[in-house]
């Protein structure tokens, strides 16, 4: 796990040192998805692709516990510091255990609605539920404090103990291939948490967190909260819509197309991490910050730009190296489901940089477009190529009504400046 940090010079800086870390977990992550795709084929992958998807969505709803962590570890110091770090963590292993609990609880209705092999794979899933919200947690300490050797660590132990963990249990055990996927996102999840800084916690009720920073923090966790139920949205209902509609070897050529073309996004999602902290940090010592938006959207624009043309010249070889020629058919798709997920990465940058601000516009906005893209897919799903097309139309929309309250926002701003 410690292994990046020990090969490159010392003169790397923090951010570099995390961003290569995000890019090696991204491709053991991808690595994990493809070689899955290519052992169990289309059908059992299409169950796969199911708890890939419920993962995802965990994490989006653990990302606000560690957004929310983040920002205020930047802002609160000494005792109110570790006051909070240590109310998050009881308040985020209380949502996990009651999130973890309702996934068990009703794994044999959502084998039902997802058609599932088993319902076994929901209730292991179920019970790590309340670790990754820990997790998280602890994470968001790290990426507040811009610790990022640490917050490296979590990610690369994640990761790495998941892609061990499963496919030595695939080809060692007699299990069924989803109950052991669900096995190894279990145990990852409690690798994840080392290192895990005890130190930094304080449960003591003699310090306290006044009413003024008590509301900032409430009203900062449910806009992060209202934003990443938006993601899940945008990001997962594609694949459990197709699920529900489509038979399971369509939906597993699905989720082939999905996981290739949302690179663009996992790579944006290393900038999110960086962009909050500085963001926060910088409107706390009174300094402009539109720069730093400009900057990872020139980021993440350059890198769409290049999938996106890979995707157009090369969608054959692509699809036959990462998966195999058994998904061929989705080559004429990969294209478009990878400009929608550039169009959905670069307006979520500009989403995180308003929520860093405390400005909830872009948030409603991208709920609107979220459930605009939801009501597309559920009227118009022919085909999967219709499916693809619902999300570019809803996708641009949200980019282009992004940017133009960007513009209308910097101009009321330099207006105030100038007055």
Known sequence: MQAISKILPKRISGEQLFMLS???????????????????GPEKFADAAILITFLLVLSFIAMTFQLVTAKFSVLFENGTL?????????????????????????????????????????????????????????????????EFKSLSITYQGEMLSRLVITFTLLFLSGLESSVVISLGILISFGVGLVPFKYKNISLSKHIAIS????????????????????????????????KHYFASYEAGLYASLALIGRIVYFVAWMFVMLLLPTVVALKKEGKPTAHVLFKYVGYIGAIALVIVLGCVLFPKTVITILFGSEYLSMAPLLWKYAVATAMFAISNIFAYYYLSLDKYVP???????????????????????????????????????????????????KRTIID
């Open 22 to 40: 995000v890019l090696v977990v991204n491709g053991g992550n991808y690595l994990y998805n493809l070689l899955m795709g290519r052992i169990l």
């Open 82 to 146: 570790k006051r909070f770090i240590g109310r998050t963590y009881v308040h985020g292993a209380l949502f996990g255990v009651f999130m973890g609990a309702a996934i068990f609880i009703f794994a044999p209705q959502l084998q039902q609605v997802f058609n599932t092999s088993t319902a076994i794979m929901f209730k292991v899933f179920g019970i790590g539920v309340p670790l990754y919200f820990l997790m998280s947690v602890n994470r968001g300490v790290f990426q507040g404090k811009k």
């Open 211 to 242: 009413k003024a920073e008590n509301k900032q923090v409430r009203n900062f966790f449910l806009l992060t909260a209202f934003y990443e139920l938006t993601q899940i949205i945008i990001n997962n209902s594609d694949i459990l819509l197709v």
């Open 363 to 413: 948030v409603i906005i991208s709920a609107i477009f979220g459930m605009l893209q939801v009501g597309l897919v559920a009227v118009f799903h022919k085909n999967l190529a219709q499916v693809v097309h619902m999300q570019i139309v809803a996708m641009a929309m949200l980019l282009i009504i992004q940017m133009i309250f960007f513009v209308i926002s910097n101009r009321k701003e």
